[in-house]
């Protein structure tokens, strides 16, 4: 079975075997305090809290990721709803992160997908949307135009009468 990639929010490939996510962490929690908090069981490669751009902390989630898959699992069967500074946590494995589209047709990729083809539906998005400004222009050219030539017959019409 082929490795999947996991974008995790501070944009750094991880692996969902071995990435875990935890809910739930107090304010005052920081990343050496989830390292020691995790690190009984097993060697840890990365921890990442993800910080609020607008506040400037963190959200009360973090990753962790571990070096083997078996410490991983022991850190999920051991820390989920343990509790840390008064809050219990919620510890499951990470899973993908995926580009919020709506409406756009490409928000079931996930984020790691080919940026060649998220820039190529782009493209054909904004060809569409120049393509359909210029139809309603012309559209509306053509109706005023129309519009003018009623006035020039109904003129017309009128001076004969």
Known sequence: MAATTLVAVGGKGTNPKTTLYVGGLEETVNEATLHAAFLPFG?????????????????????????????????????????????????????????K???????????WADTDRYIEELDAENELDEYEKAQRKQQANEGAAAAEGEGAEQSAIKATN
Do not use: C
């Not at 009360?60 to 709803?81: L, P, Q, S, T, W």
């Not at 589209?101 to 984020?111: A, R």
């Open 43 to 99: 060697e840890i490669k990365e921890v990442n809290i993800p910080l609020d751009h607008a506040t400037g902390t963190h959200r009360g989630f973090g990753f962790v990721e571990y070096e083997e898959k078996e410490d991983a699992a022991a850190a999920v069967d051991n820390m989920h709803n343990a509790e840390l500074f008064g809050r219990v946590l919620k510890v499951n494995y990470a899973q993908p992160m995926k580009i």
């Open 101 to 111: 589209g709506g409406d756009k047709g490409w928000s079931h990729l996930p984020v």
